[in-house]
């Protein structure tokens, strides 16, 4: 089987609406499956995507991002010959979505940054994937065009299970995809061993800034190594972050200083949840610069290594603060569990 570019519903969310209701109904899907109540919009820049999640309780089998339909394997098998031509390219079968990071709560992020992607221009790239989990970001790269694509990942058991997804959409390895199991931390040895391409490049990073040392800055340095570079997608920045969207704001800044200009932005508005009490917001964005080869300069990545550095640090001051906090707050629910 060979992987074809998606065809360009995106603008037909009536359209996309109607065959998602068709693999419901065919896949076994109630509308009272609907998984995703707390969805208020999703938006990238004046274009607005609809989102949903279904399953059969309770697990989650299908994901839609505005015209890409994330559909699990099994279910896809089972589809009429009708509606799979119906969907063609815009299927993208995953071997078990409901074990992938679309089905859990860190699929929003994954959500906002592939709603972000399709605005962009993906035709005739090499893709850059860092921290790239189980491949779902790669494989909407691929889609929507690219000619092959980085995977970078610490975590070698998810780049099994993007190899799995990848070989499943058609994508063949070594040819269109390449796994490299690297830690982003040391940018120098990961840049060693990516594929050497004359194509302009997009480096995609939904990591974020969150309590942990890798943040999307570690994928700008990587990025710094990559001088056909000239398209970057950052995810991974929520209301619920510590310093909240901030983050998106500062990376948009240290982005400028490697030529980039901001080019747009996509926004997931979440409801309240009984987890999370409080309305919160989703973002990626898009930067571009102009294409052509730019070589890395030392005094940048000198100001970006620092602000990693500084970042990391006040991120583990904050979360060391707010441990007890969340210790006690632990206990106390243990105790109501214990006693009520």
Not at 76 to 105: C, F, H, K, M, T
Not at 114 to 135: E, K, N, P
Request: hydrophobic share 45%; glycine share 8%; net charge positive.
């Amino acid at each position: 089987m060979t992987a074809q570019p998606i065809q360009f519903l995106m603008w037909d969310e009536p359209h996309a609406k109607e065959l998602a209701g068709r693999i419901a109904a065919e896949a076994g899907f109630s509308p009272s499956g609907e998984w995703h109540p707390r969805v208020k919009s999703l938006r990238c820049g004046s274009r607005e995507y609809g989102c949903q999640r279904l399953g059969v309780w309770p697990r989650q089998d299908f994901v839609r991002v505005g015209p890409l339909f994330f559909l699990e394997d099994s279910h896809y098998g089972r589809l009429s010959p009708a509606l799979r031509e119906s969907l063609g390219a815009n299927a993208v079968r995953i071997a078990d979505l409901n074990g992938s990071i679309l089905a859990r709560w860190l699929g929003d992020f994954t959500i906002a940054s592939a709603a972000c992607m399709l605005g962009c221009d993906f035709a005739g790239r090499h893709v850059v994937d860092a921290g790239a989990g189980d491949g779902i970001l790669s494989l909407v790269a691929l889609k929507l065009g690219a000619a092959s694509a980085d995977l970078i990942d610490l975590d070698r058991e998810a780049l099994g299970r993007a190899k799995i997804n990848l070989r499943l959409n058609g994508f063949s390895e070594q040819k269109q995809f390449h796994l490299i199991n690297g830690d982003l931390k040391n940018p120098d040895a990961v840049a060693d061993r990516l594929t050497r391409s004359s194509l302009p490049a997009a480096v995609v990073s939904n990591i974020g800034c969150w309590e942990y040392d890798v943040t999307n800055v570690d994928s700008m340095l990587l990025m710094d190594l990559v001088p056909t570079a000239d398209l970057f997608i950052g995810g991974g920045y929520s209301t619920r972050a510590l310093g909240g969207l901030r983050h998106m704001k500062n990376d948009e800044r240290l982005l400028g200083l490697l030529g980039f200009a901001p080019k747009a932005a996509a926004e997931l508005d979440l409801g309240a949840a009984v987890y999370w009490p409080m309305p919160e917001k989703i973002a990626a964005m898009s930067a571009a610069r102009p294409s052509g080869v730019i070589p890395s300069r030392p005094e940048i990545r000198k100001e970006l290594e620092a602000q990693r550095t500084k970042v990391s640090n006040r991120l583990r001051v904050r979360f060391y603060k707010a441990a007890p906090a969340v210790v006690i707050a632990i206990l106390i629910l243990m105790l109501y569990a214990l006693f009520r």
